[in-house]
């Protein structure tokens, strides 16, 4: 009877804990990851301002989670696949840096916007420093890239693969040659440099796997007695994965001598290290169409769209400049210091900087089938200013097109008359680069 009294009274044997899952943050500090040990099938509940449960997943691999809003505080519960609830784990998103801070939705339809739960990816440049960030239709940052120290990011692009971006970081006062190629997973712990000598303004993912650049090179030209160092643009191709020296595909300088277009280009400037040169043709557009086997490719200085063969590096026609092979069909729908990401065979959509006439900057559908190119549409600057550098106009759903404007730093979007629906500013401090409309990948 003692026996059974002792056992009687023995507490039971106390509970084996449950394993306990590790936060990290990666290179994005909004997407934090719990890794535990468990079979696959695991999902994490987040409770806080939005409720949800991660997608089920491997929790051994880490399970990311995606679609915070900054600065606010969670609870990330870990869920085996059996539905056994594991410590909870607290998490805040970080404050907003300086340079995305101010941003703002100043204009909303709703009705008529066709973003929808996409996100409008912004390269931001500051004083504060650069960033690439993602952004809702309530203007709020989802996710965001910081560039590295005295770096600024451009030319953001999905993956081929659909797991993270590719982009590009040159050094910000373009004193040093530190060009790098950046592809970076949604989650932040996949990062990869490639560098990319000399490159400036746009990076490209090609179809095989090749990255594609804009890239600078300068030559000595005799002009009328004295000898002026011309710096002018090539198309340089790398392979990310061996390391070898990138190949020329196109050179200005393969096709004419240099000239003066403007008085732009008579202005000497010092890059990297080239010292005391002058920009013949200052490109900053890059466009590859695998269904065309071509580059687009446009010049600020040149006023100039070239179509390029994507194989031989051969021009297949010029559309204005001194040089054009095609023509428009109004000499007023001419480029004026334009830039463009939007080309295809049969269309581009350019956003004119109209930087001689000093006029209000524009969006321009042109149509390329025509001979000579008629224009199809033109989408003045909301507040009539004139925008004297970058810009940026892009497809979004259903027919809509995204305007980004420099300075004040406003993304609008426009239906297909014309009207804006939708617009986000970034307030005062910060500068606008290109934009691209991403279908949210989580």
Partial sequence: ??????????????????????????????????????????????????????PPGDPAAGLPIFGLAPATDHTLTPIDADGTEL?????????LPDGLSRITVDLTDPDASTLGDGLVALSVAAQFGSHLA??????????WFAADDGMTVASPQVTLDGEGLWLAQHEAEREVDLGVATRVSWDGRDRRDVRTPRAHHKLLELPDGRLAYLSHTT??????????????????????????????????????????????ADRPTNKWDYTNVYEWTH????????????????????????AIDDTTGEVRWQLGGRDATRAFADPADAFDHAHTTW???????????????????????????????????VILEPDGRNVG??????????????????VPGDVTEHTPDGREVWRVKLGPGSVLGRIRYIERPW
């Fill in 389 to 406: 550098f970058l810009g940026d106009v892009r497809p979004a759903p259903e027919g809509h097109v995204l305007g980004a404007w420099t």
């Fill in 343 to 377: 080309v295809d065979a049969d269309q581009a959509w350019v956003f004119d900087n109209r930087v001689h006439a000093r006029t209000t900057s524009r969006l321009i559908h042109y149509d390329l089938s025509s001979d000579p190119v008629t224009v199809q549409q």
């Fill in 1 to 54: 009877m003692t026996l059974l009294l002792l056992l009687a009274c023995t507490p039971d044997p106390t509970p084996t804990p449950a394993a306990e899952a590790t936060l990290t943050v990666g290179a994005i500090p909004m997407v934090p990851t719990l890794t535990w040990s468990a079979p696959d099938g695991a999902t994490v509940r987040v409770d806080g301002p939005e409720s949800f449960t991660t």
């Fill in 87 to 95: 410590q909870p784990v607290a998490f805040r998103t970080p404050d």
């Fill in 134 to 143: 993602l952004v809702d239709t309530e203007g709020v940052v989802r996710w």
């Fill in 219 to 264: 030559e000595d030209v005799v002009a009328e007695g004295s000898t002026r160092t011309v710096l002018t643009d090539r198309i340089e191709v790398v392979e990310p994965e061996t390391g070898d020296e990138p190949e020329v595909l196109f050179d200005f300088l393969d096709t004419t001598d240099p000239w003066s277009p403007c008085f732009h």
């Fill in 283 to 306: 490109s900053n557009s890059l466009i590859h169409v695998p269904e065309d086997g071509a580059f687009y490719l446009m010049s600020w200085h040149l006023d100039a769209l070239l």
